[in-house]
């Protein structure tokens, strides 16, 4: 048992390694979420280890320390792979969340609140904790059904509205979800002392890493503008596109509401040229969206989304975001 924890433990480590590697972006949710595996992996592997109870109550809580986040990171690797938009305040939200659960989780020893006894025992050369549940134990049950609930309702959303780069991405994320969940209840349902989240934790991260290759492959796949582009017809035009997209909105510009822009993709016509991400992008330029906001958002690099920008302005025969909204206002009405 110790030496298969250790085993999980080794190829957390090497799947952060080989995430530095893929990732050429560093996008947050990712980095934190292959961290906080290596994390919960290594108190596991430390509670295997541990020879007192103190050690091993020491050792629950870094183990804790990831569970207690890691779906909260999972949902937000969901949500950017989903290309699903979110409040700016949801985060700060969802952090003090999982801090409480932590807090309660790891409470074992202290408060019997979430462990309302807790004793030490060794099976087979590894340590376990013996438990006996606290009043609000529930509640980290109903914590994860909340967020396997939200990460579920994200992907069927996605599938809905197609806001996924395909519909096969969309499959692969359910099918990262449901095996979450099915290694989750097998846990829970058989009492086995063996903690089947280090192999789920692995599981995800080896897929997610996989679809996150792909959606950068697809990325570098996009055709770069030709000279004849009309926003990259000379250099000058290029560096006003990088301007452009880089600036705030101009004080006297318009700022158009949900209703004209919903107005303005009725009656434009030419819109109905642009790609789902064309268009997709184009709302956010009308939200006054930077050109690194919107790639956070739609989680690409920023040169992509000057790509986009360049293949709009050229089908819109617009040179910049002034031309842009001056031209979009005559169809607000």
Not at 34 to 46: Q, R
Not at 93 to 110: E, H, K
Not at 203 to 210: A, D, N, S, V
Not at 284 to 310: M, N, Y
């Amino acid at each position: 048992m110790v030496l298969f924890y250790a085993i999980t433990f080794a190829v957390s480590i090497g799947m952060l390694a080989v995430y530095f590697h893929i990732d050429r972006k560093r996008d947050l949710w990712l980095l934190l979420l292959f961290i906080f595996v290596a994390i919960s992996n290594t108190g596991y592997l430390s509670l295997a280890l541990s020879r007192s109870l103190t050690m091993a109550l020491v050792s629950n809580t870094v183990a804790y320390l990831g569970n207690a986040f890691l779906p909260f990171f999972l949902l937000m690797m969901v949500v950017q792979l989903s290309y699903v938009r979110y409040p700016r305040w949801l985060p700060g939200l969802l952090i003090t969340v999982n801090s409480v659960m932590f807090l309660i989780a790891t409470s074992g020893g202290y408060l019997p609140i979430y462990y309302k006894e807790v004793s030490f025992e060794i099976i087979d050369g590894a340590a376990h904790l013996v438990k006996v549940y606290g009043p609000l134990h529930g509640w980290y049950k109903v914590f994860i059904f909340a967020y396997f609930g939200a990460i579920i309702g994200i992907i069927c959303y996605t599938a809905v509205k197609k806001t996924a780069v395909s519909t096969k991405h969309t499959i692969f994320l359910a099918v990262v979800m449901i095996g979450n969940i099915a290694l989750w209840l097998v846990e829970n349902l058989t009492g086995m002392k063996f903690e089947f989240l280090t192999i789920s934790y692995l599981m995800t991260e080896g897929l997610i890493l996989l679809l996150y290759g792909i959606l950068q492959d697809y990325e570098d796949s996009l055709p770069a503008s030709e000279p004849g582009d009309l926003a990259y017809a000379d250099v000058d035009l290029a560096e006003q596109l990088d301007q452009d997209m880089s600036m705030d909105v101009p004080e006297n510009q318009q700022i158009f509401s949900e209703e004209q822009i919903k107005a303005v993709f009725a009656n434009w016509t030419a819109i109905h040229t642009l790609t789902q991400r064309e268009a997709e992008v184009l709302r956010f330029i009308f939200e006054k969206r930077k050109r690194k906001d919107i790639a956070q958002v739609l989680f690409v690099t920023e040169s992509t989304i000057k790509k986009h920008t360049s293949n709009i302005y050229k089908k819109l025969e617009v040179v910049n975001r002034t031309e842009l909204f001056e031209k979009a206002a005559e169809y607000t009405r």
